[in-house]
C-alpha cells in the first residue's frame, strides 16, 4: 500500500474504528415528530438501568457501555475479596478454640455473587455450615415424644437421653476437653454425665481455693499481699532503709536481709533480718504442742484461726529473746515485732550471713571452744532463763566474731511444759552427737550433758530406762503446775520469770 492509498484512508486509531461522524441535520428535521418516532423504535431494545434487586446477566453479556453497570461489577469484585480476607481473619482469630467468634454479620452478600463458583474459592471451615463437620447427636422433639400408639417414644427414653446428655457435654467449661465425642453417637447414662459435671464443679472450686490460697499466703520465697504490705509500711516509716533480698528459708519462717533505719526511742541496727512466719503452715498442726501447753499462751491458743497462731509464734520467740538477752546469751537483738515479722539484728557482715556451726568447717581448738560455750549456754538457757531450747542442733547455732549464737528459738519451752525434759534430753543428744563425731575430747555423752545442764542425778543403762525416769519427773511437774494453778502469760512476767522447774 502506498502512501497515497494511507493518505487517503486517514490515520488509523488506537483506540478502535473512528465512529461514523453524523450529519449535521437542520432544526425544522430535530423537530420533526417522524424523526423522534425513528431513534425511539432504534432505542428500543435498550433496557434501561437495572431496579434494585434486580438479578442482571454476567459480565460477559452486559452492556458495558453504561457507567453505572461498571461500578456495579467493580463493587462486586471488591466485596468478593472483602469477604475471602474476612473469612481468613475469623479463621486465624479462632485457631483451635472451642469457644470461636464470627464476622458473618459483616461479611458483604452481593446480587452479582456467581452461585457456580468453584470449591476452592470457598473456605468450608469458615462456614455456618460445614459439610463434613460432623452432627451432633438428634436427642427428644420439643414437644416430648414421637410417634403414635405401640410405637411412641418419650424424652426418657434411654437412648435419647444418652445422646442429650452427650450433646449437653458443650455446656461444661472452656477449659473442660470433652474430645470429639460431641460428634459421635456415644449415650451418656444419667449416672456418668453427672459424676462428669461434679468432677467439673469440683475441679473449678480447687483450681480457686488454690489461686487464692497462693494470693493469701506466705510460701517457700514469696509473700502475700499482706506481708508485703507491712514491709512496705516499714520502709516508708523509716525503720528500714531497703529490703535486699531473702538470705534464707525454713519449714516455719523466711528470712530476708534489710538496711536498717531509725526509730525514736530506740536505734535500729545498720543490718537486720526480717524473719517473716509463713501464714501457711501445714507444720502448725504437728507443732502447736509447743505453744498451746506454755502457760504463758495457753488461754489464748486456739486452732481455729491459722493467723493468730503464727501471730503467737512470733511472740513467743520475741519473748524467749528477751529473756536470753537479759542472761547475755548471744543471740539476736529484738528490734519490733509487727504481727507475724519479726525484726532482728543481723548476725554477719556486709550482707554475708554467719555460717552455721555444721558449716563453720572449724579446727580442733575452735570446736572445742565452742563445745564449752554451748554447754554454758545451754546452762544458762535453763537455769537463769528457765528455757528450754527444744531444737538445738548444729543448724540452729551460728559461728561469728569467735563464739557461738543462739538463733529460732520460736519452739522454745519452760520445763515445766508436759514434755519440756523430753525435749531437753533430744537437745542434748543432738549436741553429744555432733561434738563427739568432731573428735572433742571433753565432749560428754547425752546422759552426762543432760544431767550437767539440769543438776539433775538420773541413772539408766540404757535410753528407755532414762526416758522412763525423764517422763515420771515430767509427770510430778504437771502435777505441780495443776496445784499452783498458773493464770495466763503477762508481759509484766518477762521481767521476773517464774521458779525453775522442781528438781533442780
Not at 171 to 197: C, I, R, T, W
Not at 250 to 274: I, Q, R, T
Not at 305 to 316: F, S
Not at 344 to 360: C, N, R, T, Y
Request: net charge negative.
Amino acid at each position: 500500500m502506498d502512501q497515497t492509498s494511507v493518505t487517503a484512508q486517514g490515520p488509523k486509531s488506537p483506540w478502535g474504528p473512528a465512529p461514523s461522524v453524523v450529519s449535521a441535520c437542520s432544526l425544522t428535521d430535530v423537530m420533526s415528530e417522524q424523526l423522534a418516532k425513528q431513534l425511539e423504535d432504534e432505542n428500543s431494545g435498550f433496557s434501561g438501568f437495572p431496579e434494585a434487586g434486580e438479578v442482571l446477566l454476567p459480565a460477559d453479556h452486559l452492556d458495558t457501555d453504561s457507567d453505572l453497570m461498571l461500578a456495579q461489577m467493580l463493587q462486586m469484585q471488591f466485596d468478593r475479596e472483602f469477604d475471602t480476607q474476612l473469612r481468613i481473619e475469623e479463621k486465624k482469630l479462632n485457631g483451635d478454640s472451642k469457644v470461636s467468634i464470627s464476622f458473618e454479620n459483616y461479611r458483604k452478600v452481593h446480587p452479582y455473587e456467581d452461585s457456580d463458583s468453584s470449591e476452592d474459592e470457598v473456605d468450608w471451615q469458615d462456614t455456618r455450615h460445614d459439610p463434613y463437620k460432623a452432627d451432633k447427636p438428634q436427642s427428644a422433639p420439643k414437644k416430648g415424644f414421637s410417634g403414635k400408639g405401640k410405637n411412641i417414644t418419650t424424652k426418657h427414653d434411654e437412648v435419647l437421653c444418652g445422646r442429650k446428655n452427650t450433646s449437653r457435654m458443650d455446656n461444661f467449661a472452656p477449659e473442660v476437653h470433652v474430645g470429639d465425642g460431641l460428634g459421635m453417637d456415644l449415650k451418656l447414662s444419667n449416672q456418668v454425665y453427672n459424676a462428669l459435671k461434679q468432677h467439673c464443679y469440683s475441679e473449678q472450686r480447687r483450681s480457686a481455693r488454690l489461686h487464692e490460697k497462693k494470693e493469701h499466703s506466705t510460701s517457700e520465697q514469696a509473700v502475700d499481699p499482706r506481708t508485703r504490705l507491712l514491709m512496705y509500711k516499714m520502709v516508708n516509716a523509716g525503720l528500714l532503709e531497703n529490703i535486699n533480698g531473702c538470705i534464707s528459708t525454713g519449714k516455719e519462717s523466711v528470712v530476708f536481709h534489710a538496711d536498717g533505719g531509725s526509730l525514736e526511742d530506740s536505734p535500729v541496727p545498720s543490718e537486720c533480718v526480717l524473719k517473716v512466719f509463713k501464714t501457711t503452715l501445714n507444720e502448725f498442726r504437728n507443732r502447736d504442742k509447743y505453744i498451746k501447753d506454755d502457760y504463758r499462751f495457753k488461754d489464748r491458743f486456739s486452732k481455729l484461726n491459722p493467723r493468730k497462731i503464727i501471730r503467737l509464734w512470733a511472740e513467743k520467740e520475741m519473748h524467749n529473746l528477751a529473756r536470753m538477752k537479759k542472761a547475755e546469751i548471744p543471740c539476736p537483738d529484738v528490734v519490733v515485732l509487727k504481727k507475724h515479722i519479726l525484726v532482728m539484728s543481723f548476725i554477719g557482715k556486709d550482707h554475708v550471713p554467719a555460717p552455721k556451726l555444721k558449716e563453720a568447717h572449724l579446727g580442733p581448738d575452735d570446736l572445742a571452744r565452742a563445745y564449752l560455750q554451748v554447754l554454758h549456754m545451754m546452762q544458762q538457757l535453763y537455769q537463769q532463763c528457765n528455757l528450754v531450747h527444744a531444737d538445738l542442733s548444729e543448724y540452729n547455732m551460728l559461728w561469728h566474731d569467735g563464739k557461738v549464737w543462739l538463733i529460732d528459738v520460736s519452739q522454745s519451752i519452760e520445763p515445766t511444759h508436759p514434755h519440756g525434759l523430753e525435749f531437753l534430753f533430744r537437745d542434748c543428744r543432738n549436741v553429744a552427737t555432733f561434738f563427739l563425731k568432731g573428735g572433742v575430747c571433753e565432749a560428754m555423752n547425752v546422759y552426762e550433758l543432760f544431767n550437767a545442764v539440769t543438776g539433775l542425778n538420773i541413772t539408766g543403762d540404757n535410753e528407755a530406762d532414762f526416758l522412763a525416769q525423764i517422763e515420771a519427773l515430767e509427770k510430778r511437774n504437771e502435777d505441780h503446775v495443776q496445784r499452783r494453778g498458773k493464770k495466763s502469760f503477762s508481759p509484766s512476767e518477762e521481767a521476773d520469770p517464774p521458779s525453775p522447774a522442781p528438781g533442780r
